[in-house]
């Protein structure tokens, strides 16, 4: 008799349900989130059925104990979270929620509707430490932009000039320049040959003079903060400044690791191929596309995947074309990054992208467009293990012909 388990993330515990073929009930599971308590989740999950006859259901695909499933022979099924909650009223009339009852409901989808999913296939430990080092960066770069932000807001009140005297904020100069001189008072002595020479000691690499910059930290408003204040909010500046640059620091570093890490990939160099791409757009899109070809058979599975195709609604004569939400977020970011990019490169990629704005699309529908018919591209060669060649671009050829 087939089993089918379930499992409900939580975050000490996860609850875990085995039904029979019939639905019924086999095992119920309080999997504890430790060592001891995965390894016993295996050990009793054995003694119902082989490893290999008993997939597991769950939300979330990815994480220690979805390791330890797949490690130990078991098949993990992802089920969508829409899924489920679209799924929900089929198991109750009420609005209540339990964790051993979405685990009950994860295993009775995967029996009854197990034919529609495909398991979880694991990708090669490269593209695991890929991964991670790309959605790590992508972290603090998200951090970078808060507390950058924070800094700029916090001097536009107090210390204009800081905030106005260099392009970014974030940049080495600018946050040397806040750390040296964070309040107003402690820059009313500054001139030309201190600013220059507080430059050289910072390797100022801009194209502005001393005098141009120097006009414009005057040129900004003058704070009305008083001494105590403004003396208070200097310190908070400082210390969002040495955070901030510490942030800078470590984004750089992860940055020049993945840079080495892509460009070491066979995968890697397939997608650097594409024009424009980069190694940084191309660690991001490789990690998520991964290198397991069977995940997307299809061009319009990773399409789909990617969320740079529209989803249609149609029923009798009314129909509706509307933007894709439910997608891997990470993915479409960098395919839409890249296809921006490409058409500053690309001829055939200019040509589309000008096609769709002058059919009334605005940039980002146009983008995903582009991106879209670069996913066509991209799918052949990472299938084939082949570069991109623009003379087998017909499209392409075409065009530069």
């Not at 309080?30 to 006859?53: F, K, N, Q, S, W």
């Not at 891997?328 to 690309?346: G, I, P």
């Not at 000008?354 to 980002?364: F, T």
Request: hydrophobic fraction near 45%; include cysteine.
């Amino acid at each position: 008799m087939p089993f089918h388990g379930g499992l409900d993330w939580g975050g000490a515990s996860h609850a875990l349900c085995i039904i029979d073929g019939a639905g019924q009930v086999v095992g119920r599971l309080d999997v504890r989130h430790d060592a001891a308590g995965l390894a016993d989740m295996v050990a009793r999950l054995e003694r119902i059925a082989p490893p290999a006859d008993l997939p597991i259901a769950i939300e979330r695909p990815s994480g220690l104990i979805v390791d330890t499933l797949v490690e130990a022979g078991h098949p993990v099924v992802p089920v969508h979270p829409n899924v489920v909650k679209a799924c929900r009223p089929r198991y109750r009339a009420a609005a209540a929620k339990s964790d051993p009852g979405d685990a009950f409901m994860l295993a009775d989808i995967l029996r009854t509707d197990g034919h529609r999913f495909r398991p979880l296939l694991p990708v090669s430990d490269d593209i695991k430490a890929l991964r991670a080092l790309v959605r790590g960066r992508g972290d603090l770069v998200a951090a970078r932009t808060a507390i950058a932000n924070q800094l700029r807001s916090l001097l536009e009140g107090f210390w204009p000039g800081a905030a106005a005297i260099f392009a970014a904020i974030d940049s080495p100069i600018a946050l040397a320049f806040i750390l040296r001189y964070p309040t107003p008072d402690s820059a009313s002595r500054l001139g030309e040959k201190r600013l220059a020479s507080f430059m050289a000691q910072n390797a100022y690499c801009g194209r502005r003079s001393p005098a141009e910059l120097l006009a414009r930290l005057r040129a900004a408003p003058a704070g009305l903060a008083g001494d105590a204040e403004a003396e208070a909010k200097g310190e908070l500046a400082r210390a969002l400044a040495i955070v901030l640059e510490r942030i800078v620091g470590e984004i750089a570093k992860l940055s020049a690791k993945i840079e080495h890490a892509v460009a070491e990939l066979p995968d890697g160099r397939v997608v650097m191929s594409f024009p424009r791409s980069g190694r940084i757009c191309a660690a991001q899109i490789l990690a998520e596309l991964g290198d397991v070809r069977e995940r997307f058979p299809t061009e319009d599975q990773l399409a789909a995947e990617a969320g740079v195709c529209p989803v249609t609604h149609a029923s009798g004569k009314s129909r509706g074309v509307v933007f894709r939400w439910a997608c891997n977020k990470n993915l479409r970011a960098a395919v839409t990054c890249f296809a921006d990019n490409s058409r500053h490169a690309c001829p055939w990629a200019a040509a589309t992208y000008r096609k769709a704005r002058d059919r009334g699309c605005r940039h980002p529908h146009a983008i995903r467009i582009l991106a879209r018919a670069w996913l066509r591209v991209l799918w052949k060669a990472w299938q084939n293990h082949a570069l991109y060649d623009p003379q087998k671009h017909r499209a392409a050829a075409q065009i530069a012909a």
